[in-house]
């Protein structure tokens, strides 16, 4: 797998080359190279030992070390790479009009001890580097609800995908239930989306989850898609014996922000990769019981997707996948593919 460390360290392979290209080309000695990196990572392994790294690293740091020498590598600040304006996208016309570009950062034209200071590195040991003077990334935290240790389900979103159209040309809808936590889901399947359907389809999901404390789901300005039954779902939702039902079971529901989608992204990115899966799976329209039955395949998907880092080695430690966060281990699924030539009919929404 690229991982933007290993593309860092392609980026540094093609500087190395052109180096080589050039001092091959010029009929004048020069005593001092000096090549530059925003990536520690990369820069730890291009002066390290390239035995100890795994194959991929290993024979791009041989080819930097034949084509130049590690100790003229030098690093800096991202914010002063130019070569992130042609990354980041940067048209033509932009660039030729920004000194920066043309001339690199203001310092590479001062004298050398006004230079960033380089990195601290042990670089018999595969431990990152540190640099005298670090800079962090500050990025916006998770919701609290999102990675307080919990049981799973003890959090839940809602949302609703559909309609859906069976050869019966019944129309039908999928309910989609994620723990805000594992990121496990379930998926149940109802007819329609009426008060007493709705309160049946969570009655199955706490008998085979357990009760959960809180929910979450949409707003009603969030509600407003092309078919009539979901635009009244708020209606659903708020109807009484469904705030019965909830009170006498002490949960708590919660509709996010309104005009502010992105607060629900937990559960709407899951309901996209569901109609994804339909739409890639199957090609004519199903039997009811057809249709259920590739959405609990669907849903086993799902629940087998990596939610950490995918090693590219087979020593290396699995992914974790909500699967090992509600079982405990790896589930391997074999699906039958007699449902893979036919259409399910979804509507865009």
């Not at 030729?96 to 004298?111: A, K, V």
């Not at 049981?151 to 989609?176: C, M, Q, R, W």
Request: hydrophobic share 40%.
């Amino acid at each position: 797998m690229l991982t933007l460390p290993r593309l860092e360290l392609l980026g540094a392979a093609l500087a190395s080359r052109i180096l080589k290209y050039l001092t091959s080309k010029f009929k004048f000695p020069i005593s001092k190279f000096y090549l530059w990196s925003d990536s520690s990572i990369a820069l730890h392994w291009i002066k390290g030992t390239a035995s100890i790294y795994k194959q991929f690293v290993w024979n791009d740091v041989l080819e930097i070390q034949s084509n130049s020498d590690p100790s003229d590598w030098n690093h800096y600040s991202g914010r002063e790479n130019p070569a992130d304006y042609v990354s980041r996208g940067a048209n033509l016309e932009t660039i030729i009009n920004i000194q920066f570009w043309m001339y690199g950062p203001q310092w590479l034209r001062t004298t050398e001890n006004n230079w960033p200071k380089n990195l601290n590195c042990d670089f018999s040991s595969t431990d990152p580097c540190e640099s005298k003077e670090q800079v962090f990334q500050v990025t916006a935290p998770l919701p609290a609800l999102r990675v307080e240790q919990s049981a799973p389900f003890s959090v839940v979103g809602i949302d609703f995908g559909g309609p859906l159209y069976t050869k019966d040309e019944n129309k039908h809808y999928i309910v989609l239930f994620t723990c805000a936590v594992t990121r496990a889901l379930p998926l149940e399947l109802v007819n329609n989306l009426t008060t007493e359907t709705f309160l049946i389809a969570l009655r199955r999901f706490i008998s085979r989850r357990g009760l959960y404390s809180k929910i979450l789901t949409n707003n009603a300005k969030t509600f407003k898609r092309s078919d009539l039954e979901l635009k009244n779902l708020r209606k659903v939702i708020s109807d009484p014996s469904v705030k019965a039902f909830y009170a006498s079971h002490k949960i708590y529901w919660q509709f996010i922000m309104e005009r502010a989608p992105w607060w629900g992204g937990f559960y709407g990115s899951l309901i996209r990769k569901v109609k994804l899966a339909l739409r890639k799976t199957v090609g004519t329209t199903l039997f009811r019981d057809e249709l259920e039955t590739l959405l609990i395949e669907i849903e086993g998907v799902l629940n087998s997707r990596p939610l950490t880092y995918i090693f590219s080695e087979f020593n290396e430690p699995e992914p974790l996948t909500p699967f090992y966060m509600i079982l405990g281990r790896r589930v391997r699924l074999n699906f039958d593919s007699n449902l893979s030539n036919k259409k399910v009919l979804i509507k865009k929404v």
